[in-house]
T-cell receptor, first 111, second 117 residues
């Protein structure tokens, strides 16, 4: 089966940096994505890593190590609006490339 | 671009009735659409994968006769919850993949909150 593990909750101070880790066990793994979801809203795409290394998009960076089955999302210069749930999700399987989500990490940014 | 809409955004129905939820890709063609359900404070669970013009592929444990999926065109997929019961109350989210962009990114609809009384 497919499984992704990430911390359930993280609290950080406004302006700080926070890292959300994700370990995965998936067969036919293609890549790791990160999605943000505010309460009551739809998930929005943040990043995708297919290869090892760091991908940077503004204040957000994502890292993947395929040999370690591990990735993380790094959020810099935290803002109050970053308070949301963050899901790592793995692409796997031939054909339809299904996306399997982790259980999500609820990030609370405090003043 | 890459907008996915869902209708309705919320619905309340009586137990035993059927509810249809529409998912549309507004500015791109989606050969593949996905239906998820999400319980409060939990993750998104894939229910089924819908390919245009063919039968949907359901995940283990999802009753295909209860959750009817139709993907009749490249921009529309529908999920019908038949004979709904209170335990079907959930947040249903569809997503679509832009065929021209490969599988890197899935675009999610705003979700439909279903409450069955």
């Amino acid at each position: 089966g497919q499984s992704l593990e990430q911390p359930s909750e993280v609290t950080a101070v406004e302006g700080a940096i926070v890292q959300i880790n994700c370990t995965y066990q998936t067969s036919g793994f293609y890549g790791l994505s990160w999605y943000q979801q505010h309460d009551g809203g739809a998930p929005t795409f943040l990043s995708y890593n297919a290869l090892d290394g760091l991908e940077e998009t503004g204040r957000f960076s994502s890292f993947l190590s395929r040999s370690d089955s591990y990735g993380y999302l790094l959020l810099q210069e935290l803002q109050m609006k970053d308070s949301a749930s963050y899901f790592c999700a793995a692409y796997s399987g031939a054909g339809s490339y299904q996306l399997t989500f982790g259980k999500g990490t609820k990030l609370s940014v405090i003043p | 671009g890459a907008v996915v809409s869902q209708h309705p955004s919320w619905v309340i129905c009586k137990s035993g009735t059927s509810v249809k939820i529409e998912c549309r890709s507004l500015d791109f063609q989606a050969t593949t659409m996905f239906w998820y359900r999400q319980f409060p404070k939990q993750s998104l669970m894939l229910m089924a994968t819908s390919n245009e013009g063919s039968k949907a592929t359901y995940e283990q444990g999802v009753e295909k006769d209860k959750f009817l999926i139709n993907h009749a065109s490249l921009t529309l997929s529908t999920l019908t919850v038949t004979s709904a019961h209170p335990e079907d109350s959930s947040f249903y989210i569809c997503s679509a993949r832009d065929s021209s962009r490969g599988f890197r990114e899935q675009f999610f609809g705003p979700g439909t909150r279903l409450t069955v009384l």
